[in-house]
């Protein structure tokens, strides 16, 4: 048996940055987000965003990657969105997405930053903050 404890921080956008995730939409996305991550055995500890993106602060476990783990989340909560007309219109989130691994001792303050989006966006756009993102961790574009 493998005991792994790989945090990731990852931060994804809806496509074209629209704010589909409003007051009313984003609690009822989130929780179906972590209800489809239980059953898959993808361990959430934080997630939240503002209305045109999510941060999510996960496990990652010993047989999945960074991008299995994300293509089961992105993809399915798109799927289910759109199949229960949670939108107006066609829901879809953008192909890109920013993630880095989180030591232990950062994990605390990572989990505060997720949870207060709404409060930082107050002033900070989500390109400000992709940009941010980007330096802070010093991530360079793959695949």
């Given at each position: 048996?493998?005991?792994?404890?790989?945090?990731?921080?990852?931060?994804?956008?809806?496509?074209?940055?629209?704010?589909?995730?409003?007051?009313?939409?984003?609690?009822?996305?989130?929780?179906?987000?972590?209800?489809?991550?239980?059953?898959?055995?993808?361990?959430?500890?934080?997630?939240?965003?503002?209305?045109?993106?999510?941060?999510?602060?996960?496990?990652?476990?010993?047989?999945?990657?960074?991008?299995?783990?994300?293509?089961?989340?992105?993809?399915?909560?798109?799927?289910?969105?759109?199949?229960?007309?949670?939108?107006?219109?066609?829901?879809?989130?953008?192909?890109?997405?920013y993630a880095a691994s989180v030591g232990e001792s950062q994990i605390e303050t990572v989990r505060k930053y997720i949870q207060g989006q709404e409060e930082h966006h107050r002033t900070k756009?989500?390109?400000?903050?992709?940009?941010?993102?980007?330096?802070?961790?010093?991530?360079?574009?793959?695949?």
């Open positions: 048996m493998a005991f792994v404890k790989v945090m990731i921080h990852a931060v994804w956008g809806t496509k074209n940055r629209e704010p589909y995730l409003t007051k009313e939409i984003k609690p009822v996305v989130l929780a179906h987000i972590r209800e489809n991550a239980k059953e898959k055995k993808i361990f959430i500890d934080t997630i939240d965003g503002s209305t045109e993106h999510l941060h999510c602060l996960f496990g990652l476990n010993a047989d999945m990657t960074i991008a299995k783990v994300l293509q089961l989340v992105k993809g399915e909560s798109a799927f289910w969105i759109n199949a229960n007309q949670i939108t107006k219109t066609k829901f879809e989130w953008a192909d890109e997405y756009t989500y390109q400000e903050e992709a940009e941010e993102f980007l330096r802070t961790y010093n991530l360079q574009r793959h695949g």
